[in-house]
């Protein structure tokens, strides 16, 4: 049974009839484990991630569900990071740079109509329609870790699907060498485009191998509903292995280039913020140090800090992209 609402103009189910379908699923696993006999010390996890799966959310988008992803590595069972924290610690500059602005602010974005060009050296340039975006690919559910360059990370479980699709679909020609993000800059719809803080539009750039990389993640969603405006509503990219400013929100165009694109924390301070930006304990930001970070909702006064992991501790599945590189000049 479908729940609709009308409200809000779109219809949706509600955010009950979401949870007991989630309910309903994870019961079906739980049998599944237990008849396999593995349940025994799975359970607890299991049971305190199906726990989380069921924070309440506002229920106000519309759903966005994904069967959960079966690619190495982009499945954490670490504790999700609270609905209510990852949608209101944000970094968003051009909706301010306060991490409490964007939740105030962006409900300005609009986000459709919406379209996403594809152009520079590829075979196919395209204009996509957000709406044929979406249904490029089969959407999955990534629980990824998201480390900021500040030194907070989240746990949080995106939608969408890996941007090798979208790429593979416009064929690159062979001297496209790097993919350049190219995301909104609407003075009428971002207060803060038009302040000096960046360079705008806000750029952000990968080489086409981390870009063909599965697990980047081409977004529209998180917690199961389209993606709220302060998270980069409605397409953004998700590099988990990265500093957070590599994922751009609210992306407009991508463009193929066979330079290296000039990004925009890159301009603003290029001794603080390398192209590459890896997660990495071992190099410092000029002025703190990178080893450890805080996690969003363990910021009680006897929280520990966490120890950071190389690449975000996606080492296993992306260490093999810089074989042989200086991370340390190549930061
Ligand atoms: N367009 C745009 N994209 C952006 C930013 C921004 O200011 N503008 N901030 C980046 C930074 S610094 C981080 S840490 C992440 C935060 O994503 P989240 O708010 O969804 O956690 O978005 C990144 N993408
Ligand atoms: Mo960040």
């Known amino acids: ?9 779109f219809c949706h189910p509600v955010s009950s009839e979401i949870t007991s379908q989630r309910v309903y699923a994870g019961r ?38 994904g069967a959960r992803s079966s690619l190495a590595g982009a499945v954490t069972m670490e504790k999700l990071t609270e609905y209510k924290d990852a949608s209101t610690y944000n970094n968003f500059y051009e909706f301010g740079t306060d991490k409490a602005d964007p939740a105030v602010n962006a409900h300005t974005l609009k986000t459709s109509p919406w379209t996403v060009e594809i152009e520079g050296l590829v075979k196919k340039p395209a204009r996509y329609a957000l709406e044929d ?11 990824y870790r998201l480390r900021c360059v500040e030194g907070w990370s989240m ?22 060498k790097y993919v350049e993000f190219v995301t909104q800059a609407d003075p009428k719809t971002m207060p803060f485009v038009g302040s000096r803080v960046l360079d705008w539009p ?17 977004s529209f969603g998180m917690y199961g509903e389209v993606l ?4 980069g509503a409605p397409v953004r990219l998700v590099v988990p292995w990265k500093y957070g400013f590599k994922s751009g929100k609210s992306l407009v165009k991508i463009r193929f280039t066979d330079k290296q694109p000039g990004t925009a924390w890159n301009k603003a301070a290029a001794n603080e ?15 703190w140090s990178q080893a450890t970070e805080r996690r969003i909702g363990e910021d009680g006064l006897f929280a520990k800090k966490r120890k950071t ?4 501790g996606y080492e296993a599945q992306v260490g093999q992209l810089y074989a042989g590189m200086d991370l340390k000049k190549l930061f």
């Open 1 to 9: 049974m479908l729940i609709k609402t009308s409200h809000d103009g």
């Open 28 to 65: 079906r696993d739980l049998i599944k484990l237990m008849a396999s006999g593995v349940a025994g010390a799975a359970l607890t996890s299991w049971a305190s991630r199906e726990a989380e799966a069921l924070t309440p959310r506002p229920g106000k988008l519309a759903a966005l569900p």
């Open 133 to 143: 975006l979406l249904k490029l690919s089969a959407q999955e559910e990534r629980i």
């Open 155 to 176: 746990v949080i479980p995106w939608v969408g699907y890996s941007l090798s699709e979208l790429i593979k679909r416009v064929e690159p020609l062979g001297n496209a």
């Open 202 to 218: 806000y750029v952000e750039g990968l080489r086409m191998d981390e870009a063909m990389h599965p697990l980047t993640l081409l």
């Open 228 to 231: 709220p405006n302060q998270n």
């Open 273 to 287: 913020y390398g192209f590459f930006s890896n997660v990495n304990p071992t190099v410092d930001h000029p002025r």
């Open 309 to 312: 992991l190389m690449f975000n």
